[in-house]
Every structure is written in C-alpha cells, then in structure tokens.
C-alpha cells in the first residue's frame, strides 16, 4: 500500500506499470480497487495511477472536504506532490468524472485528455439514494444488496466508505451543470455511458446539442447492456476504448453511437 500526506491528512493510491502516466479517479460507490482490472491492462504502456478519495477506501476521513471542490484540489495536489509530469490523462468515474472535468476545466495544463464515465451533465438527475442516510450501505441502498459478481471489487471495499463523503459530495454535485464546462474546455474529452446506469442515467439528447460534433473535442459513447461500471461489465470493451482514446489525435475514429456499437457486437 502506498500513501502520501496532502494538507491535513493521508491519501492512498497505488501505481503499477512502466511509461507515461494515467490517473483513475473512482466515483460514490467504491475506491480504487474496481480501476485494477484497467490499470493492469494499460500498465503495458503506461505508468498507472488510482487513489482513493477524501472518506473512501484507505484515505483519510477528512468531514470537512467531502465536496467536489475539495476533490478537485485533492487530485491537483497529488499530481503536483507526487512529482507526475503534466499534462496527464484523467480517467474518471461519476464523482470521479466530475472531478476530473473540473479539473481539466479550470487547470487545462495540467490534464491533456478526459475520459468521464457516467458523467452526470445535471447534478439533479443523480440518484436521490445517494444522499439517503442510515440503514445500510451506499452501495446495498443504491445498487441493493445481491450484487452480481463482476461487482466484487466494489462490495469488499464498501464497508470502507464514509457515508457522509457520499451524502454530501453527492449534494455538492446536485446544483451543478457540467454542460457549461464542457462547452469550454479545452482538452478533449470523451463520454461514456451505460445505458442501463441507475445511478447516473445518461444524459438526454438535448442536453449533448452544442458539445458534439465533428472535430470537436466532446464526443460520446454508450454501451447499450451496460449499467453503473462499465469497467468491470465490459472489461475487454472498455479497456479497448480507453486505449484507443489515449492515441488517437482525431476523436471521430472512435465511431461514436451506433456505429461503434455495430462495431463491438
């Protein structure tokens, strides 16, 4: 286990493989751990990094920064502490997406490309189970409690999580409209959606008018039997599309919508 020491507390991370770097950011249900299976399988090419959030997994329980902005500072500080050379490629997931576009948003020298999955466009279309208290888990209250087995690495971590880092980073998240981020920022970024995700549905057609388009820099995929993770679904698909987006200089090759999935079946 490695940890390293930002402001007034302890953040775990790990890192595995040799090359450039590639940093996850996990989301409300879960930590690092469910980013291993990737992280495995990009460390041929890239030095991988995931850490674990303000009130999950190993990090410390930090009551006073469990609020997206207090994460978008904790990702800039472990890039800049743990001395891993801009601009880096952000792979993000839900809380972990918004981060990660905030971040690229507000310091686009420090990130050279988004991948944000489960992106919520609206704060208020998350899952109002999010911001629920008592009784069981964040995940058995939002996923319920017979999880299906690709999601064990997201049951063994969720005892870890502070149930007020969910509840009040969730409400942080709820007044926002990542849209108007997106219209300006100015790395590419890629989208990427289950379209069965009951935690994050995907974002109406309306709402993508403006951001995409050709030789844009937001394009947006979804996987049609895909629910909250895909990494862990889908694992050879997305791991696919992950590498694909990190090399490619032209978005549109990544055959978005329908087309893509023709492609993948």
Known sequence: MSAIIIGDGLVHYEAIGRGPPL????G??????????????????????????????????????????????????????????????????ALGAVTAVLLAARHP?????????SLPLLGETLNPRLSNQGGSTPVDRVLGRRLPPEYEPVRVEATKTEETAVINSA?????????????????PVLLVHGERDNVVPPPQAERLNGLLGTGGQVHFI????????????????????????????????????EEWRRLMR
């Open 222 to 257: 979804t996987l049609p039997s895909t629910r909250h993770f895909p990494m862990l679904e889908e694992k050879a698909k997305f791991n696919r599309l992950l590498r694909d987006f990190l090399v490619t200089d032209d978005l549109d090759t990544l055959q978005l919508k």
């Open 171 to 187: 409400n942080s998240v709820r007044g926002l409209n990542l849209s108007l981020k997106l219209a300006r920022i100015q790395v």
């Open 28 to 93: 409300w249900l879960g930590s690092w751990r469910y980013w291993v299976p990737t992280m495995e399988e990009l460390s041929i090419e890239y030095r991988t990094y995931a850490l674990d959030l303000w009130g999950f997994g190993d990090s410390d329980r930090l009551d006073s920064h469990y609020d997206v902005e207090s994460y978008v500072a904790l990702v800039r500080d472990f890039i800049t502490n743990l001395g891993i050379k801009p601009p880096v490629p952000l792979v993000g997931h």
């Open 23 to 26: 940093l996850f950011i996990h």
């Open 109 to 117: 020298d420090m990130v050279s490309r988004v991948m944000a999955v």
